[in-house]
């Protein structure tokens, strides 16, 4: 199993926003591998609001071959989330190991 983690801050106030349109985005059932994807609220703080995307697939591959796909290119692509300030991604993959972290501020 591989779990995917994304931690985004967004401008304040648009939390909410972002949150049902991420839902709106999720990938349809089909891509091969998935299996769940969540949007979930997360800490609001003076300066940001804070979102959890989180999906789980049984491999890393099944992941890698759905980021090449059509629907994850045009989900990510930088208009389309003008509201992002940073965002930090965990990469698990159930072994015991520790996770891959990775943090980026945007703006």
């Not at 972002?18 to 709106?24: G, K, N, P």
């Not at 049984?58 to 692509?77: A, I, L, N, R």
Request: overall charge neutral.
């Amino acid at each position: 199993m591989f779990i995917f983690e994304n931690q985004l801050s967004v401008q304040k106030g648009y939390g909410e926003q972002i949150r049902h349109r991420l839902q709106s985005l999720k990938p349809q059932a089909g891509f091969p591998g998935m299996l769940s994807y969540e949007v979930l609220p997360g800490e609001q703080t003076e300066h940001c609001d804070k979102i959890c995307v989180r999906s789980m697939w049984k491999s890393q591959q099944d992941f890698q071959e759905y980021m090449k796909s059509s629907h994850f290119q045009m989900t990510h692509c930088a208009k389309c989330l003008p509201f992002l300030l940073k965002f930090q991604i965990r990469f698990d993959n159930a072994s015991g190991q520790e996770p891959v972290l990775e943090s980026r501020q945007v703006h």
